[in-house]
T-cell receptor
């Protein structure tokens, strides 16, 4: 699976939009971009994923560049509860040779701190 | 709908003992995977089960094993515990292997 590069930390003011970048310049055509976040001592929480098009759900928006080499997760109105480590992951679909799905490979993520 | 449930949430074991952790996936999910998280190594994949069969395995010693039952519930076992096995063990489930993976809250294992 393609590797991702994220800034180690970012700050954001409460109520403002948080824009978290991710570089995945070696992404393959069939690999999806997934975002998870992990609040201290809890399991990772799924946020959003996409392949080519921009995606939006109740939690966030995902903007993927046209060449798919980078993406940005946008939390439109950050709150203190959004303070967490955010992981950007690229994941290929099923390995048809083995029948198994590709597991999630987590990097170091971005520590987002929302400031009051 | 209930999320992924892991038990126990916290446990302390002594070196050399064994431990079994349990995971109940989201209702209807048939794929279960396990991850280990430590401060030094981050989140690492242990194994994945689908239809009671192990489909994928990470780079862990044979002391780490697991299984999946016909109701999709899963257990993982670590034998001959070492201090370095102290970690947060996360179970995750998905409808099928290619689908979005959802994590439980984890089981905190401390080996003393």
């Amino acid at each position: 699976d393609a590797k991702t590069t994220q800034p180690p930390s970012m700050d954001c003011a409460e109520g403002r939009a948080a824009n978290l970048p991710c570089n995945h310049s070696t992404i393959s055509g069939n690999e999806y971009v997934y975002w998870y976040r992990q609040i201290h001592s809890q399991g990772p929480q799924y946020i959003i994923h996409g392949l080519k098009n921009n995606e939006t759900n109740e939690m966030a928006s995902l903007i993927i560049t046209e060449d798919r080499k980078s993406s940005t997760l946008i939390l439109p109105h950050a709150t203190l509860r959004d303070t967490a480590v955010y992981y950007c992951i690229v994941r290929a679909p099923r390995n048809y040779n083995s029948g198994s799905a590709r597991q999630l490979t987590f990097g170091s993520g971005t520590q987002l701190t929302v400031l009051p | 709908k209930a999320g992924v449930t892991q038990t126990p949430r916290y446990l302390i074991k002594t070196r050399g003992q064994q431990v079994t952790l349990s995971c109940s996936p989201i209702s209807g999910h048939r794929s279960v995977s396990w991850y280990q998280q430590t401060p030094g190594q981050g989140l690492q994949f242990l194994f994945e089960y689908f239809s009671e069969t192990q489909r994928n395995k990470g780079n862990f010693p044979g002391r780490f094993s697991g299984r999946q039952f016909s109701n999709s519930r899963s257990e993982m076992n670590v034998s001959t515990l070492e201090l370095g096995d102290s970690a947060l063990y996360l179970c995750a489930s998905s409808l099928a292997p290619d689908d979005t993976i959802y994590f439980g809250e984890g089981s905190w294992l401390t080996v003393v």
